[in-house]
């Protein structure tokens, strides 16, 4: 299994990226999928999850700003961020897990970082 994100970088607040986790080696579509991020000196915290369903849920602290959304057809979930703030600068890293068998997998991370 490998998840590979993409779509980080420089942003300045205010702005908006997409992450993108492209998935292999696994039936996709048995998977929730979930962005996780982990800022400096902080532990690593959930930001969004996705059911294979689709039903979703955010922290808090991203709920009316961010987005998950996955295309089953394409093996890929995106985390769509809107209105960054400087809080939001993070190493965000995909996770994948096996609804029934419970098994799970994470990606190498991609950065993104929100300043002016």
């Known amino acids: 299994v490998q998840l590979a994100e993409s779509g980080g970088g420089l942003v300045q607040p205010g702005g908006s990226l997409r992450l993108s986790c492209a998935a292999s080696?696994?039936?996709?579509?048995?998977?929730?999928m979930g962005w996780y991020r982990q800022a400096p000196g902080k532990q690593r915290e959930l930001v969004a999850v996705?059911?294979?369903?689709?039903?979703?849920n955010y922290a808090d602290s991203v709920k009316g700003r961010f987005t998950i959304s996955r295309d089953n057809a394409e093996n890929t979930v995106y985390l769509q961020m809107n209105s960054l703030k400087p809080e939001d600068t993070a190493v965000y890293f995909c996770?994948?897990?096996?609804?029934?068998?419970?098994?799970?997998?994470w990606g190498h991370g991609t950065q993104v970082t929100v300043s002016s």
């Open positions: 996770y994948a897990k096996h609804q029934v068998l419970r098994t799970d997998y």
């Open positions: 080696g696994m039936i996709f579509s048995r998977y929730a």
């Open positions: 996705i059911t294979s369903g689709s039903n979703t």
